[in-house]
Nanobody, 122 residues
Framework: QAQLAESGGGLVQAGGSLRLSCAASGRTFSTYAMGWFRQAPGKEREFVAAIRWSGAIPLYADSVKGRFTISRDNNKNTAYLQMASLKAEDTAVYYC???????????????WGQGTQVTVSS
């Protein structure tokens, strides 16, 4: 059964950095787009970043552009989200997802991880 598993979340001070990983298992996701979404308490899930299977021309939410970098290693079946200059408003549960096409819409993604908590203290 195909699964995605996030790791790398934690508590960090504002201005700090974290790198999230999303390890895929059960099938290869090398031809899938990979996305990162987040959900803060009391808010709807929102798009953060996405990357094509080739890694070319990733998409970012305006709120993270210039601070977050999405990447992937198809040989390791793993996607990453490097987060820098973190702000308190980045606090959320972060989810990785896989789908057949690049999209900012969560409905386009078929596979989801269980989420990892990122807390940024101000």
């Amino acid at each position: 059964q195909a699964q995605l598993a996030e790791s790398g979340g934690g508590l960090v001070q504002a201005g700090g950095s974290l790198r999230l990983s999303c390890a895929a298992s059960g099938r290869t996701f090398s031809t899938y787009a990979m996305g990162w979404f987040r959900q803060a308490p009391g808010k709807e899930r929102e798009f953060v970043a996405a990357i094509r299977w080739s890694g070319a021309i990733p998409l970012y939410a305006d709120s993270v552009k210039g601070r977050f970098t999405i990447s992937r290693d198809n040989n390791k079946n793993t996607a990453y989200l490097q987060m820098a200059s973190l702000k308190a408003e980045d606090t959320a549960v972060y989810y990785c997802a896989a789908g057949p096409r690049l999209s900012t819409y969560d409905g386009e993604y078929n596979y989801w991880g269980q989420g990892t908590q990122v807390t940024v203290s101000s």
